[in-house]
């Protein structure tokens, strides 16, 4: 049996009775705020189709070539957001979500930077590519599905460098994003500016799902990344600023790395909170 053979059946294994819903690609999507198009993949729940009534909540996810068990997603260690989607439903754990995933481009480090990080040499992107999701992608995704208005209805969630962006979009537009996954998010990134960043409770519906693994760390071009230390530190500096039990959650893994395989295997616990 090939690896792919072995995460196709890994992937049978976890689907629960009902259908899994459908996923939609969208190649060339246009993005004048950062001056290139991208591909975003809109995953509509099974509920979508047997309820034509009802309006979804909807959850904005990056890096969305990894996010979903699909042939055209990447082969190998997704994190089959769609299966994990559809078993909380199943159980009764969730309300069916409409999942956003925008696919990464070529200057990753870039487009998923709030800040320009010096140690790095990274020149930021992230502003134009959160004003891209805010000004461009939500009303158009609003205007062709049954979506649900409000922050308490909308959510981002990423990993890495994905989570640190979700946890900007959550501080930067509170108005629009009001609940926040960030799975081993690299909050240590541009010298910490996200700490110095948000230095106040928002006074908002908000709720912030942070985890990572224990003892995780990576070398990243040298830079070394503690994550499990620094997700340890954010939290406990959100709740230096009066976010309760409720707003914000988290979990550090022992054993926990810094990989897709890891994300897949919290995103059931994470999405439970996150979404409830």
């Avoid at 946890?167 to 081993?184: D, K």
């Avoid at 110095?196 to 693994?213: K, M, P, Q, V």
Wanted: aromatic share 12%.
């Amino acid at each position: 049996m090939t690896r792919g053979d072995e995460h196709r059946a890994s992937i049978h294994a976890m689907l629960p009775p009902a259908s899994m819903g459908h996923v939609h690609i969208v190649r060339d999507f246009p993005s004048p705020q950062e001056g290139f198009s991208r591909t975003v993949r809109i995953y509509t729940p099974d509920a979508y189709d047997t309820m034509p009534w009802h309006r979804f909540p909807v959850l904005y996810m990056h890096d969305g070539q990894n996010v979903f068990a699909h042939p055209e997603s990447a082969l190998f260690d997704t994190w089959c957001a769609n299966v994990a989607m559809e078993q909380g439903v199943h159980h009764g754990h969730l309300e069916p979500w409409i999942i956003v995933a925008v696919d990464s481009g070529q200057g990753r480090l870039q487009e998923y930077s709030p800040w320009n990080d010096p140690r790095g040499q990274v020149k930021a992107r992230g502003e134009v590519y959160a004003r891209f999701l805010v000004e461009q992608l939500k009303p158009l995704v609003d205007r062709h599905y049954r979506t649900r208005n409000g922050a308490q209805w909308t959510g981002a969630m990423g990993s890495s460098l994905g989570g640190l962006m979700s946890l900007y979009l959550g501080h930067r537009y509170p108005q629009v994003f009001g609940r926040i996954g960030a799975l081993s998010p690299t909050v240590m990134w541009s010298e910490g500016r996200l700490f110095a960043e948000w230095r106040a409770h928002h006074r908002s519906w908000t709720r912030i799902y942070l985890d990572a693994g224990a003892q995780e760390f990576i070398h990243a071009d040298g830079l070394p990344l503690h994550y499990g230390q620094a997700t340890r530190a954010f939290y406990d500096h959100l709740k230096r600023l009066g976010y309760g039990d409720h707003e914000v959650s988290l979990i550090l893994e022992p054993g926990g790395e810094h990989h897709e395989k890891d994300w897949q295997r919290r995103l059931p616990v994470a999405l439970r909170w996150l979404l409830s």
